[in-house]
């Protein structure tokens, strides 16, 4: 509610924008190997400049592939936003959703400057918590009339597909693939959110 994606995709192109320019500050993050746990903690430090306002911040994500067994999400993440004049800090957020969010509004900014105005329908692959935000911000960027969903695993898409179905701005028309090609042959935007290592649809199609 915080964050709506119309405001998250605009927030995307300017962040763009600035690191386009020279004037945001972004080092490439550090890796951190946790050999014990055969996990990862990734460190993304950020100061953005524009003509009126500065940003200054932190976001720590770690990558724990034993989680899931724990009942744990693979993904854990928080962002400490700073104050830029004094470096006081003014929020701890809880990462995961910021980044699924954030993720998602690339896509659409992406698919707001790139895709044809006339974009009607949608192919997802995943139905993680990126998914989510993909389909979400395609549904912002362009007017889409029909959504196919394609996981790997098919309930976890018909469990995606029944909680999105008709809220605003996603069409009630989604439906699940049950092949990739069926997802991609009329598709009109496609996004891939997924961690597969190889491709998840055949170029032909």
Known sequence: KALPMNEAIEAMKSAFAALSDGTAVVPLRTRLPIPNSEALSLFMPAYVQSMDEQALAI???????????????????????????????????????????????????????LARKDSKIAAIFGAGAQGRTQLEAACTARKIGTAFIFDAEQEKAEALAEEMRG????????????????????????????????????EKD
């Open 59 to 113: 976001k720590v994500v770690s990558l724990f592939p034993g989680n899931p067994a724990r009942g744990l999400a693979y993904i854990q993440a928080a962002v400490l936003v700073f104050d830029p004049e004094t470096g006081q800090t003014l929020a701890l957020l809880e990462g995961s959703s910021l980044t699924a969010i954030r993720t998602g509004a690339a896509g659409g900014a992406a698919i707001d400057l």
């Open 167 to 202: 809220r605003a701005p996603i069409p009630r028309d989604i439906r699940v693939a049950q092949t990739a090609r069926e997802a991609v042959e009329n598709a009109d935007i496609i996004c891939t959110a997924t961690t597969s290592a190889k491709p998840v649809f055949d």
